[in-house]
């Protein structure tokens, strides 16, 4: 997929002034949030399962050269294949050279984000390879010509009434005042359409939650059971995987999938957890002939090499973007990629280039609620920050922006002449606040007093009030 | 036709070089059960009877699986289905013929069938969980593919948490190779990607009925 988080900064000013899109997003926190905290209290051992989980990740990352190839071993024990694919090129490559083996027409389609990653969709269709998407939402944004705005809730940005629209677009054989303001109205219809794709489709390709070395198996957790019909149904089954969701046993999953669901939509467990295992065995009456595994680094490697090695612990919950302030402001699509909110934040950058995700790791207010939340405990904002500080070093951070950071550098490193030059400005601004004591315009900070308050200071800069305090009862 | 790249010496030699030089964190073994995944007994049975409804699973309960036909067609009329079923191989042996109007078909499932019934090989009372494996007794079609998915599944083989799962799969891998599929089935199919509001029937079944069986499973009984 496209990197367009270039244009972060003119696609926020969008997305703030969108009121349909605020509606939608308020639906979407409304629900997951309270569905989370309940899930979590409804288990007390939910931190112990965090820490042990981590462990796992940790101990994993530190040997997946290992458990990869113990997976590899197994799958073709199974009677599957495993591809291996350095980069998107490679991926899409080893993809379309997989269906033409196949003699693949057509294509269902599991949610699978490594696969957006890779533009996939547009690649086969450029070959003349029809994908469809099965997922609810991933269907709505394909008819729609859009990315998904959210990893588990890809058309969480629009209402029903955009979605009934874009249904009587798209589904014309049907009867066109047919009622179609429910939610069920719609999920029925979309199932409806979708029925008998999957039986007709040639190929299914999914993605995977994780991959367990122990058994060779992939796995998917949905709760539509559209993956399983994809995958079950069609003649040839390609799975597509990232390489940091190995994981060594299925006891080690059973962890995983523990934080997963809470995390994720605040279910103790998923509808449809499945592990697929290869082929169909001989006397089997269903599953597919053929059983592919697409393992894809693109740009892994080196966040397991660099600094960026903690986020390869994501296990693409979204539990981040549901508690983000920023993200239910703006929505998916302003970040410009397929992963959005904090964890898009690290992972744009760290995967598709610094260059190309400039804004990404500034445009937070470090709250902290990603962290918090994070069942992996990922220290987004730390990441965010070595990211910022990288920009700097790598002169991406816009020139301005650079000398007003040495300005700011040089007087903090100087602490009388901080003190002095704080203690002053703290007077004149104290002096030239008018009677609101509020200031609506400010040099070099004019946009951001725009639409915010800044509070003119009173009684002295913070050190003179401390000084001032010491030796009174704050001990 | 094209070649694909084959990228794995390159892919392991970068994994290697990003490990080399590290300290390397050990596994932190099995967990220590949560309590809700420690349950025994009737205890153990209650909580996967409230996890599985709590999930808009509806429940019956009866004592051995020659019961089964009968306890199936019963429901089905009660609820005003179709009495023509698709059944899991592993049942062929059961006398179907005993309750009257019901048409028996033994096979995986074609989207044409309304109602399907198949055998739990495990099940987990932490989520009231099923636990299903592909097989040429218990196809996967009929997991998914019905309006209706039937499911029974012997109370011996409810375990207390997933781990209990993972055993019995480790127990019947000791014989057979690994099943082609797993599925894990918590309830019947469900979305909310229409503005994060749950909807029943996404794609999979509209509805999940479990079986109880005192009785030990075909699966434990001829492996």
Redesign the interface.
Known sequence: MEVSSQNFKENVHQAVDDDNLKG?MG??T???RPNRAKAVA????FD??RD?GI??K??T?????TY??QFEE?VIA?GGHV?????ED?AR??I???C??HDVKTVTKGKSMVTEELGLNDFLDQHGILPLE????EY?IQLRGESPSHII????HL??HD?AQTFRDAHQHLDPNRPMDT??A???EA?QE???KY?AADAGITGANFMIAE???TIIVT????G??TQ??AKTHIVVAS?EKIL?T??DA??M??LLARSA?G???????????????P?????PDAFHVV?V?NGR??M??GSEREMLRCIRCSACLNHCPVYSSIGGHAYGWVYSGPMGKVLTPSLAGLDQARDLPNASSFCGKCQEVCPMRIPLPKLMRNLRAKQVEQKITPLKQRMYLSLWASLASRPKLYRMVTGAMTKTLSRLAGQRRVFRWMPFVGEWVKSRDLVAPEGGSFFDRYKASKGDDHA | MLEARNDRAEIFARLKAANTDRKKAPHPGAIKPPKRANQKGQAKLDQFIDAATAQYATIDDVTSFDDLPNAIATWLRGQNLPQDCVIAPILNDLDWSKSSGFAPKFGAATTADMVGVSVAFSGAAETGTVMMIANEATPTTLNFVPDVEIIAISKKDIQAGLEGCWEQLRQWKKNNPMPRAVNFITGPSRTADVEATMVLGAHGPRRLHLILVDEASPWRKNP
């Not at chain 1, 809730?153 to 969480?156: D, L, N, S, V, Y």
């Open positions: 939608a639906k979407l409304g629900a997951l409804g288990l007390p051992e112990d399962l042990h462990a796992i940790m101990h990352l530190d040997h997946i050269d990869l190839e197994n199974n591809h291996w694919c350095a980069d490679s490559q080893t379309l050279d997989l033409r083996q099965t997922d609810l939402g709505i809730a890809p058309a969480t209402q029903r979605i939610a069920e719609l999920t029925e199932r979708l029925r008998e039986g058994t060779g198996s709760n539509e059971g559209n399983d019909l079950t149904l390489m060594p299925m006891d059973g962890v999938l523990r939509t279910q103790d467990m998923s509808v449809y957890t499945t592990l697929s295992s290869g082929p169909r065995r006397g089997d009456l269903d599953g393992i680094d490697s080196k397991l090499a």
